[in-house]
């Protein structure tokens, strides 16, 4: 199993930026994935980024340009760059570790809110 921490997220108003940061322990193993998916009031989670142990990274097309996932293998942490938030943004962002053997693992989640 994999433990995911999440920190970061809060409110700001629309335009500001705000940083998370997950860390991960136990079971880590290359190839991997990490990323955030978000999920709103009444909405679906939906992924926002991800980024792959070779470097790769995938964007929802509402967040291209404005946020950015990197991550340290080093460290097993992967952190989300969130700049020109926007009210939509808002909603409850997890950390997600995908592995080997089907592994899928979830942080506890961290609630954002964009003021406008």
């Known amino acids: 199993q994999v433990q995911l921490v999440e920190s970061g997220g809060g409110s700001v108003q629309a335009g500001g930026s705000l940083r998370l940061s997950c860390a991960a322990s136990?079971?880590?193993?290359?190839?991997?994935?990490m990323g955030w998916y978000r999920q709103a009031p009444g909405n679906q989670r939906e992924l926002v980024a991800a980024?792959?142990?070779?470097?790769?990274?995938n964007y929802a097309d509402s967040v291209k340009e404005r946020f950015f996932i990197f991550r340290d293998n080093a460290q097993n942490t992967v952190h989300l760059q969130m700049n020109s938030l926007k009210p939509e943004d808002t909603g409850v962002y997890y950390c997600?570790?995908?592995?080997?053997?089907?592994?899928?693992?979830w942080g506890q989640g961290t609630q954002v809110t964009i003021s406008s």
């Open positions: 136990g079971s880590i193993f290359p190839p991997n994935v």
């Open positions: 980024s792959g142990t070779g470097g790769t990274t």
């Open positions: 997600n570790f995908k592995g080997l053997r089907g592994l899928d693992s």
